[in-house]
């Protein structure tokens, strides 16, 4: 199983350090990533590998949002699926 994940918000180091090491604290790999700033905000779409998480979906995702409101930051994650859905043309 495959997720999406998505964070906006002000740019500041530590960033991707804080939520990658989310991540690997409930055995989310990382597959692919790419990130950059846009005049200061800090854009990151991360695809990770749910199949060896040690937590349900929703305990994640309550974990993403936690360190979302530490770090001023918007951090959703969608279950590729429907990301794929919600987004084909």
Do not use: W
Request: proline share 1%; glycine share 10%; charged share 20%.
């Amino acid at each position: 199983m495959k997720a999406i994940v998505t964070v906006l918000g002000a740019d500041k180091p530590g960033i991707i350090a804080e939520i990658s090491g989310c991540l690997y604290r409930y055995n989310i790999n990382i597959l692919d990533i790419t990130q950059t700033i846009l005049s200061g905000y800090f854009t990151m779409v991360m695809m990770v590998d749910l199949s060896g998480m040690t937590c349900g979906f929703d305990e994640i995702t309550g974990a993403l949002n936690a360190l979302g409101e530490k770090l001023g930051l918007e951090i959703r994650m969608q279950r590729s699926e429907i990301f794929d859905a919600m987004h084909r043309l």
